[in-house]
């Protein structure tokens, strides 16, 4: 406390005040500014010195001592951030001497992130530190998505704290919410760019081209040999390949059964004589798909080995082979490229009234996305209001799970609050384009608030304001 303003000091006073507890005789000479007494002040130390206007020599008289005071204060008037006691004292952080801090009323110190503290009285202080906080002292909000809040009081050094308004630490983010779970969902897949690739354009004499990749023409299927054929011959010679849904049919036709066709649920091939089928493809989804069926619908003539069906990447190397009831995992938009024959034509080189027919489903088990996670609310603290969480994404299709909600950002020195798992998943199991249904992910916790006063042990609190937070 400074001496009066005005009126009789006393020697004993100025001692007191000086040299509190010294009850020595006193010699006024001892307490000239800047001697052993009042102790000097270091040109980077931004406080005022309470003994400024002392005489540093010469005369000296008691009157020289009104409101005069020991120590170095520094007040904090307006809004500031991440303060530090040594940076404000400079190079008398250290001498042992008192040190003031006084922030007033109305007046926020605030951190600007979580690895900051608003007040930081670092280690190494000498002399006694007196704090005298009638503002604010606020750490950083903690992160969205279970941040932890930041500190307000970082006290590694022994100081009093009197403390008539608010030291609160930075609140918790918010708990992420769980993304919801994938469905499962059995649909009739898109089938684009549906190409025959063996019978269209035509060639001379309105024939279909008879085109098969260069795998098959090098000979590697028997009785095939690089003959192939995908109009009827002699007596059948009304069977004429129709292209694709009869668009490309032959003229003078009689029907245009003999061809490629597309309906909701499948595609299909069907001619007779020899082929091969020839077509390429792409698929809306991706899953695992079935050959339906693929066979020689009547016993006329013998021989002509298994209907097969080969589905390549590739119009040059041959790929998967499939035979009725078979199954394929294919990937969405990817062109693929389909070629139905025999295994052996060695039985005749035509297959006159027999119908070589295949059928490949469009029907695929696919997966449904379930809903996004909600995010976290951000933590309360300076500067900063607690956000609320953000709620989950709704479900991307029948059978998934919408995505659970994040959790609110915590109050000022409070945690944030837990976010909301996603829900499950249903349908049928499949492992192809990926393991489905899937449960929702759990949520994450709320972050915990940061510490009012981290560094308790050093401190002597005296508190008729408000606290918020945890201490360590």
């Known amino acids: 406390m400074a001496l009066a303003a005005s ?7 100025i001692r007191d005040e000086f040299s509190p507890g010294s009850n020595t005789s006193v010699s006024i000479s001892d307490y000239y500014l800047n001697g052993s007494k009042v102790k000097p002040k270091a040109d980077d130390n931004n406080a005022t010195h309470l003994g400024s ?71 190494g202080a000498a002399g006694a530190i007196t704090i005298q906080n009638a503002g604010s002292i606020l750490g950083y909000g903690g992160a969205a998505n279970g941040g932890t809040g930041g500190d307000a009081v970082l006290a590694a050094s022994e100081c009093t704290i009197t403390n008539t308004g608010t030291i609160a630490s930075g609140g918790g983010g918010g708990g992420n919410g769980g993304a919801g779970g994938n469905g499962v969902l059995e649909i009739n ?20 081209n008879n085109d ?27 069977r004429k390949w129709g292209g694709i849904n009869g668009n490309a049919a032959q003229s003078g036709s009689v029907n ?14 069907s001619l007779a004589n020899r082929g091969p089928f020839y077509c390429s493809f792409q698929l809306g989804n991706s899953g695992t798909y079935t050959l339906s069926s693929a066979r020689i619908t009547s016993t006329y003539g013998s021989g002509y080995g298994t209907p097969t069906i ?40 035509n297959l006159y009234y027999n119908n070589f027919d295949f059928s490949f489903s469009r029907q695929v088990k696919s997966i449904t996305t379930g809903g996004s996670a909600g995010a976290g609310g951000v933590g309360a603290g300076f500067g900063v209001s607690a956000g609320s969480g953000t709620s989950g994404g709704a479900a991307g299709g029948t059978n998934a799970s919408a995505g659970g909600a994040g959790g609110d950002g915590g109050a000022l ?22 393991s489905a249904p899937t449960n929702g992910t759990s949520a994450s916790s709320g972050g915990s608030a940061g510490k009012y006063i981290n560094g308790l042990s050093n401190v002597t609190l005296n508190n008729s304001g408000t606290v918020a937070g945890n201490t360590a």
Do not use: C, H
């Open 7 to 13: 009126g009789a000091i006393s020697f004993s006073q």
């Open 53 to 123: 206007g002392i005489p540093t020599s010469g005369a000296i008289a008691p009157s020289d001592f009104y409101s005069k005071g020991v120590g170095y204060q520094f007040t904090i008037s307006s809004n500031a951030t991440n303060q530090s006691l040594a940076t404000i004292f400079g190079d008398d952080y250290d001498v042992d001497y008192p040190k003031i801090l006084v922030i007033n009323s109305g007046v926020q110190v605030g951190a600007t992130s979580t690895s900051n503290k608003a007040l930081n009285i670092p280690s």
């Open 189 to 208: 897949t898109a089938l684009n760019n549906f190409v025959d690739e063996g019978g269209t354009p035509y060639g001379s004499g309105n024939a279909p």
């Open 212 to 238: 098969a990749p260069s795998w098959f023409d090098a000979g590697t299927t028997p009785g095939y040999g690089g003959n192939n054929d995908l109009n009827g011959q002699g007596v059948v010679s009304n």
């Open 256 to 269: 245009v059964s003999w061809g490629l066709f597309t309906a909701s649920s499948s595609f299909r091939g």
């Open 310 to 349: 080969n589905i390549s990447t590739s119009n040059t190397s041959a790929g998967t082979t499939l035979t009725s009831g078979q199954t394929i995992n294919l990937a969405a938009d990817t062109t693929y490229y389909l070629v139905g024959y025999l295994s052996n034509i060695g039985g005749g080189t």
């Open 413 to 434: 020195g409070t945690a944030g609050g837990n976010g909301t798992a996603g829900g499950n998943g249903s349908g049928d199991t499949i492992s192809f384009p990926a």
